[in-house]
């Protein structure tokens, strides 16, 4: 297998060069976009793994890219790196389409650690079976003691989520990713639902997330 392709946008030139340097020399191929009309020209001319995209661009906004990339039905994997902190920025960018997000100052090696699970995520294939307890998932449906449980395609998601990484804490912006609308409001009912429909105990870590022990 080749070496993955990344495209970052990132408009501060020493951060950008010292990312992809860095990303480089941890065995990917990066391009560097410096603009939202630069980064547009490259994801026209290029096939992508994976794009991290700042927000704040000289010439428009990387939530904006990402919309209209997504628009053009293009789904690669997106991070936003951003030094932008407030709630809406972080779910605007998750409604637009993004995987994951990372504020401003961050570790590179956080950055490297993100990647690889993205560009892992894409390689999964799905329909795998999971178990856990009295609880099987299966072929996108999900049993308790073998008899079908009524959940909605979005809990499946959150309870396969909660299952891989069992005894671990998933955090919430790993949910928020895949809601239509994120919220904790909106979170904390899906949890809940999940819990009542399975027994479950799905415990809350504040201000973290939740995890199943």
Do not use: W
Request: cysteine-free; charged content about 35%; glycine content about 8%.
């Amino acid at each position: 297998m080749g070496r993955a392709k990344i495209l970052l946008v990132e408009d501060d030139n020493l951060l950008a060069e010292s990312l992809a340097k860095y990303l480089k020399l941890n065995g990917y191929d990066v391009d560097i976009a410096k603009s939202y009309s630069e980064a547009g020209d490259k994801t026209f001319n290029h096939k992508y793994d994976l794009y991290i995209f700042d927000i704040n661009l000289k010439d428009g906004n990387g939530i904006q890219l990402l919309e209209d990339l997504r628009f053009a039905e293009d789904d690669t994997p997106t991070i936003f790196i951003s030094a932008l902190r407030d709630g809406k920025t972080v779910v605007k960018g998750f409604n637009a389409g993004a995987e994951d997000y990372i504020k401003k100052p961050f570790d590179p090696e956080e950055l490297l650690v993100r990647v690889k699970v993205r560009l892992e995520s894409k390689r999964q294939t799905p329909e795998e079976e999971l178990s856990y307890g009295d609880i099987r998932i299966s072929g996108g449906r999900v049993y308790k003691d073998e008899k079908p449980v009524d959940l909605s395609p979005l809990q499946i998601k959150f309870l396969e989520k909660l299952v891989k990484n069992r005894g671990k804490i998933v955090p919430k912006e790993r949910f928020f990713e895949i809601m239509e609308h994120p919220s904790d409001l909106a979170l904390r009912v899906t949890i809940s639902k999940i819990k009542k429909k399975t027994g479950l105990e799905i415990k809350s870590v504040r201000g973290l997330g939740y995890t199943l022990e």
